[in-house]
Nanobody, 120 residues
Framework: QVQLVESGGGLVQAGGSLRLSCAAS????????MGWFRQAPGKEREFVAV????????RYSDSVKDRFTISRDNAKNTVYLQMNSLKPEDTAVYYC?????????????WGQGTQVTVSS
């Protein structure tokens, strides 16, 4: 069982920056792909970014590429999302996700979410 706790959300003006953090419990953090998703009001949850468990690969949605950066510190069991040049359309609840897929194993955990509001 992995517990995820996000922090760092808030209200920011367009063009500003925020850094989200997600602290994970457990001793197997480095084995998980760690991702960020978001859900805006009235919309489905969507992928934002992921850092693979090896730590050597990252992927981003087209809407945040070149503005957001995902990083992880396996020693601290924490994944971060640095968000720059924020836009009003980035307003959403941001969720941290931990995923471990191996043959015969599919583990998927979510945090409670943190609100990000970008004002125009």
């Amino acid at each position: 069982q992995v517990q995820l706790v996000e922090s760092g959300g808030g209200l920011v003006q367009a063009g500003g920056s925020l850094r989200l953090s997600c602290a994970a419990s457990g001793r197997t953090f480095s084995m998980y792909d760690m991702g960020w998703f978001r859900q805006a009001p009235g919309k489905e949850r969507e992928f934002v970014a992921v850092s693979t468990r090896s730590g050597g690969s990252t992927r981003y949605s087209d809407s945040v590429k070149d503005r957001f950066t995902i990083s992880r510190d396996n020693a601290k069991n924490t994944v971060y999302l640095q968000m720059n040049s924020l836009k009003p359309e980035d307003t959403a609840v941001y969720y941290c996700n931990a995923r471990l897929q191996d043959p015969g194993l599919d583990l998927d955990y979510w945090g409670q979410g943190t609100q990000v509001t970008v004002s125009s």
